[in-house]
């Protein structure tokens, strides 16, 4: 079970608000703390997605509940 260090509500945000919001957060925590992110925009998939290949942070989940989008992003060097 991963410990999450943080959570961010992102609902009702429209791209690429939800994305913005989360790289502020990582911004301002510790190396290996855990984000956990809800958004409800369709597009945060894709843009998530990019962002852990393209940056330093590891996306540990990625799942859809009822809508709401939810992101374990591990934060990285």
């Known amino acids: 079970m ?3 260090t943080r ?3 992102a609902t009702q ?3 690429p608000l939800p994305l913005l919001k ?3 957060a990582l911004n301002e925590m ?3 703390e855990v ?3 809800h958004a409800t925009d369709p597009g945060s998939e894709r843009d998530f997605k990019v962002f852990a290949q393209q940056s ?3 996306m540990l989940n990625f799942h859809e ?3 709401v989008f939810i992101y374990l992003l591990k934060k990285g060097s």
């Open 2 to 4: 991963v410990e999450v």
């Open 7 to 9: 959570r961010l509500d």
């Open 13 to 15: 945000l429209r791209c």
């Open 22 to 24: 989360a790289k502020k």
């Open 30 to 32: 510790a190396e290996g």
């Open 35 to 37: 984000l956990e992110v």
């Open 56 to 58: 330093c942070h590891e």
């Open 65 to 67: 509940n009822a809508g």
